[in-house]
């Protein structure tokens, strides 16, 4: 069974473009979920979806945003980047009824 | 807001010793509390959950506690190897966002 899939799995921008992230998540996962990592501020919760629903959001400016496909494959998307924005970005999925998360290798994104 | 704490930062111990990792989070109104290990450049790996209405899970050398009412988990590992070497990171999920601590980056020496 595959895992979790994010791609890009490294990203390189400047300041002022956006960016895309995608992850697929497990087979018959219908939950997803993302998150930021960073040396300084940890891993912090940016928003999940299930069945194209985002359920919670994190504390994050209206620059980051998501969106659920109905193949339960989930895309996030950064606009107008700012040099903190550089981070490694994680997306996780659990079946329906359980709450075992199952994360991805993650997104590394640098800001320049 | 939910803050989650893990002592100590980092633990260095020789082979075969146990460790004993904590977490403390301030509200106790949780659906559960996860632990992972997270290896460098790497995503986490589920390693325990414990529901809020439990006091422990345990799987093969690892063994957790939750103490819901104080506030507090601890994750124990028996005979620690070189392959636990890794960071551990406790989360507490409520209202479908987990909220997680710092972590804890354990080494075992050879």
């Known amino acids: 069974k595959a895992g979790v899939t994010q791609t890009p799995r490294y990203l390189i921008k400047t300041r002022g473009q956006q960016v895309t992230l995608s992850c697929s998540p497990i087979s018959g996962h219908r939950s997803v979920s993302w998150y930021q990592q960073t040396p300084g501020q940890g891993l912090q919760f940016l928003f999940e979806y299930f069945s194209e629903t985002q359920r919670n959001k994190g504390n994050f400016p209206g620059r980051f945003s998501g969106r659920q496909f109905s193949n339960s494959r989930s895309e996030m998307n950064v606009s107008t980047l700012e040099l903190g924005d550089s981070a490694l970005y994680l997306c996780?999925?659990?079946?329906?009824?359980?709450?075992?998360?199952?994360f991805g290798s993650g997104t590394q994104l640098s800001v320049l | 807001k939910q803050e989650v704490t893990q002592i100590p930062a980092a633990l260095s111990v020789p082979e075969g010793e146990n460790l004993v990792l904590n977490c403390s989070f301030t509200d106790s109104a949780i659906y559960n509390l996860q632990w992972f290990r997270q290896d460098p450049g790497k995503g986490l790996t589920s390693l325990l959950l414990i529901q809020s209405s439990q006091r422990e899970q345990t799987s093969g050398r690892l063994n957790a506690s939750l103490d819901k009412s104080s506030g507090r988990s601890t994750l124990y590992i028996a005979a620690s190897q070189p392959g636990d070497s890794a960071t551990y990171l406790c989360a507490v999920e409520d209202d479908y966002k987990l909220s997680f601590g710092a972590g804890t980056t354990v080494t075992v020496r050879a």
């Open positions: 996780a999925s659990s079946a329906p009824g359980d709450e075992k998360l199952f």
